[in-house]
């Protein structure tokens, strides 16, 4: 199997093997010399969000589509990295940032969120994006009321 070829992902991700499949803009890559393409398209791009299958938290697109940055500094290893989980300083003279999860442009291997790379935050890509996430609030209003049974 080539690295361009894993229908096992279609399901779930766009990656640089089906990444032309329903593909409609004019503006798109054009992937028609892309070696041992799993289907045989012109163009090929992002695509809207929520076309493949969520993961287990209802998550769309969080492998594969675009690159996404991380709050990360980029490190060769993990070694002292934080144990709970919060995002990794930089230091010394790094100055790249985390990105993972593989893109529509890229081969196989890299749709999964253990793959990262480092890459340079004032770099602009047509495979690189961000996730806009929002953490809901709580009143203290409604905190009473739920504590009081309401």
Not at 25 to 46: C, M, P
Not at 57 to 84: I, K, Q, R, T
Not at 97 to 124: H, L
Request: glycine share 14%; charged share 25%; net charge positive.
């Amino acid at each position: 199997m080539s690295p361009n070829d894993a229908p096992v992902l279609d399901a779930i991700a766009w990656y640089g093997g089906n990444s032309g499949v329903g593909f409609e803009l004019d503006n798109g890559l054009d992937v028609s010399s892309f070696q041992e393409k799993q289907y045989d398209e012109k163009r090929a791009g992002t695509h809207p969000v929520a076309q493949k299958r969520a993961n287990p938290w209802g998550l769309h697109d969080m492998l594969g589509n675009v690159w996404e940055w991380c709050a990360d500094a980029w490190h060769n290893s993990y070694e002292d990295a934080p144990a709970d989980g919060a995002a990794r300083p930089g230091g010394g003279a790094a100055t790249d940032r985390v990105i993972r999860g593989g893109s529509w442009f890229y081969d196989a291997r890299g749709v999964r969120a253990a793959y990262r790379r480092g890459y340079d935050p004032a770099g602009r890509s047509g495979d690189l994006g961000f996730r806009c996430a929002r953490v809901q609030s709580v009143s203290q209003a409604t905190k009473r009321r739920r504590s009081a049974g309401r």
